[in-house]
């Protein structure tokens, strides 16, 4: 049963204006890190023999649709931090509507106060790969967190006192971009930071004084994409391409002469990327070794620690399955505690015996999997994320005792308190084999009353979304709980989430896979997993959707438009059309190996020409909703104006839909509230599942809708009863 790719290529006008990007975030937050003890088992195929069908999609009695605002409302309490003396939680949560930082004593947790008040897009929690944007001050009095503009990730460097709640803006420079490259105790009021003309690479650094918000030159740019501080905020390596587009690390010698130390090959480079956007690299508390990820002479990312004097290599762990996918450091003397792998979910390996005791209770707090995610300065504290896919979040104050006191774990809340008590259905791994031997770890969930005992054999096949990922390189399906997964399940949709080749975490071998595949074996390895599902009766061929941002959004475009058979509808979000025009901050050798076409030469243009979704626009046979911030530096709105007029020429059913407040992806709670209203109709009219009519969900939100405003119910009459956009008077909609 399995489908290949047939283009037929026809030569458009594909010029644009504007850039399209790689690296990028996955919109719809359902994945991160996590770990566990114990795997389950994928899915290995055998079907269960069923009596007659008892239940459909239109058969859900027992099981109340559940309203899309609390089921997608935005969590009470993302990326909680312990503070470095122990006294102080922190927390960002909604406040009126937009998220901002709450912070409680550690003895009465539940006695919280704001210490920002943003009515706007708020303060982010994570960036793309995850990471937690915020961090406490040294002395446990102010929290730094940094700012941009509406998406536009021009970003500024804040700084709040938690006992006043006074916020200042450190680094107020316009059309700059300012990013912290290091924090040092013996420095606590100075960091070091990056700051660049956005867009234009090659950053200065500076040391920014906490205090007075001063800047002082440190580093002149002479080439390097990029420098790493040590813990005193001494500039110590800094990071160019090399001539064979790999990376070249250099070493800072006292005499101000820079020595390569350590190369990165081409091939090489795809695994190590994963340490960049972890923030993995990190120097040992006397700045003599350097903590990185390294892929040479092997499959598999492992950790290794570099000595700065000597250059030499020492492995301190690897695994033959997958890369590393995280390290735990003592929280003061910066040294590797413990490591974790993902295969079909997480799992940690302490390296430091003492630690065996608390993985050990951690494991018997909950069967979810474990995080630590902050700790104190003296390790009493600890924060712990749990996760289980069909329970949300879980953060626990796990209390390592201080001699005197015994050890205890204390649950603070969970991440959406308002989903606590449903029946959710649980999360599925199955693997998939590609032709050429690649294991596509991936997963999937059914709406609860299709399979009523939770084997992942559903009484009928259901309709099914097919959810990509961004990225594709510093980013994969993981096992997580996912509110998007239990809002399709509660309509009476399954979703699978997707790995492929690209995703990160699976070694070299399958990372470089990508390289010339976009739009190639990449979307095969798609539709392998949907004949996966269909051939088991998993998933109804007729009713199968695809979503997805950014990277997954171009999979989108290239699912309706190269393969216009296979999908019912699908969803792009921030999605490039047009490969054929690189970005002005892209290494144009480095990124036309790995796409497959150089747009410097005429073989290299057509080539990314037939792998751009726009030139097949007028392929389309089914509905297309597409999604759009205005202020998107990743993937510019040109991308998806182009791909829009050439789908309305053809006579496509599309629907575009513009935020002019918003960057990559849709961050002020009322702008993502109005875009799944519309989302859930949109579905509703493909995969025939069940929907809140759109009424005030529209109320608040800057939505645009240019194009396709007839093909979504109820849309053009909320759109006509808004009061409020939520953007400022001078720029309100007319």
């Not at 947790?109 to 944007?133: C, E, F, H, K, M």
């Not at 450190?170 to 059309?175: G, K, S, Y």
């Not at 058979?565 to 059309?577: E, L, T």
């Not at 969900?697 to 194009?707: C, D, F």
Request: charged fraction near 20%; hydrophobic fraction near 35%; glycine fraction near 8%.
């Amino acid at each position: 049963m399995r489908r290949s790719l047939h283009v037929k290529f026809t030569l458009a006008d594909s010029r644009s204006r504007y850039p399209v990007a790689l690296m990028a975030q996955t919109l719809l937050l359902i994945a991160g890190l996590s770990a566990c003890q114990s795997e389950t088992p994928p899915i290995q195929g055998t079907q269960k023999q069923q009596s007659p069908v008892v239940t459909s999609v239109t058969d859900m009695s027992g099981y109340p649709l559940l309203p899309l605002e609390r089921l997608m409302a935005q969590p009470q309490y993302s990326v909680p931090q312990v503070s470095p003396d122990g006294r102080l939680i922190s927390w960002i949560g909604p406040l009126e509507g937009s998220p901002n930082l709450f912070v409680a004593d550690v003895s009465n947790p539940t006695a919280a106060r704001p210490i920002t008040q943003y009515t706007d897009d708020g303060v982010r929690a994570t960036d793309v790969s995850g990471n937690v944007l915020y961090r406490w001050h040294w002395d446990s009095h102010s929290i730094i967190f940094p700012r941009d503009y509406g998406g536009d990730e021009h970003w500024d460097i804040h700084i709040v006192d938690v006992t006043t709640g006074e916020v200042r803006n450190l680094t107020p420079m316009e059309d700059k971009a300012v990013e912290i490259i290091g924090y040092g105790r013996k420095a606590p009021d100075e960091l070091l930071v990056k700051i660049e003309v956005f867009g234009q690479g090659q950053p200065d650094v500076y040391r920014l004084n906490l205090m007075s918000g001063e800047t002082e030159l440190v580093m002149p740019n002479s080439g390097f994409l990029g420098f790493l501080a040590d813990n005193d905020l001494n500039v110590r390596m800094g990071v160019k391409y090399s001539a064979q587009q790999g990376l070249d690390f250099y070493r800072l010698n006292s005499d101000g002469s820079w020595e390569n130390l350590y190369q990165v090959t081409a091939d090489d480079l795809p695994a190590f990327s994963t340490a960049i956007y972890q923030k993995m690299i990190r120097f040992d508390q006397a700045n003599e070794h350097v903590y990185i990820y390294d892929a040479q002479n092997r499959d598999k990312a492992a950790l290794v620690k570099i000595n700065l004097n000597s250059g030499e290599l020492t492995l301190l762990a690897e695994d033959d399955r997958v890369d590393i996918a995280g390290v735990l450091y003592h929280p003061v003397e910066n040294r590797v505690q413990a490591y974790a792998t993902t295969w079909l979910r997480n799992k940690w390996h302490a390296m430091d015996e003492s630690l065996l005791p608390d993985f050990k209770r951690l494991g018997e707090i909950s069967e979810g999997d474990w995080h630590v995610l902050s700790r104190s300065d003296d390790d009493r504290y600890w924060i712990v994320r749990y996760r289980l896919s069909h329970e949300p979040t879980a953060f626990y104050l796990y209390d390592r005792g201080d001699g005197s006191r015994s050890i205890t774990a204390q649950r603070l809340f969970s991440a959406t308190p308002q989903l606590e008590g449903l029946e959710l259905s649980k999360l599925h791994p199955y693997i998939v084999t590609t032709d050429d031997g690649f294991d596509l770890v991936s997963y999937y969930m059914l709406p609860p009353w299709s399979d009523p005992d939770q084997d992942g054999m559903p009484n009928e096949p259901v309709p099914m979304i097919v959810l990509v990922h961004g990225g594709p390189s510093d980013e994969r399906a993981l096992f997580a709980f996912g509110a998007l997964l239990h809002w399709f399940a509660n309509r009476g949709y399954g979703t699978m989430y997707v790995n492929f080749r690209g995703s990160a975490g699976f070694g070299k071998a399958y990372m470089n896979a990508q390289t010339a595949e976009w739009g190639g074996r990449m979307h095969q390895d798609i539709l392998d997993q949907v004949d996966w599902a269909v051939s088991r009766n998993i998933a109804d061929a007729e009713k199968i959707a695809l979503l997805g941002g950014s990277y997954g959004g171009y999979e989108v475009l290239v699912g309706m438009t190269m393969t216009p058979d296979v999908f019912a509808c699908g969803i792009d979000i921030v999605g490039p059309s047009n490969l054929e025009v690189f970005m002005p901050h892209w290494n144009v050798d480095t990124m036309s190996v790995r796409l497959g076409g150089d747009p410097r030469t005429a073989e290299g243009r057509e080539f990314l020409r037939s792998r751009s979704p726009i030139n097949f626009a007028g392929q389309t046979r089914n509905p297309v909703l597409i999604g759009q911030g205005a202020n998107d530096s990743r993937v510019p709105q040109d991308q998806s104006d182009t791909v829009v007029e050439k789908m309305q020429a053809a006579g496509v059913e599309v629907t575009y839909v513009v935020y002019p407040d918003e960057g990559h992806g849709f961050l002020r709670p009322a702008n993502s509230n109005a875009f799944n209203a519309i989302m859930e109709v949109f579905l509703a009219n493909c995969l025939g599942g069940r929907y809140e009519p759109i009424a005030n969900q529209i109320e608040g939100s800057s939505t645009q809708v240019p194009v396709g405003v007839e093909h979504i119910e109820g849309l053009a009459g909320a759109l006509a009863r808004r009061t409020d956009t939520g953007l400022p008077k001078d720029k309100a909609l007319d």
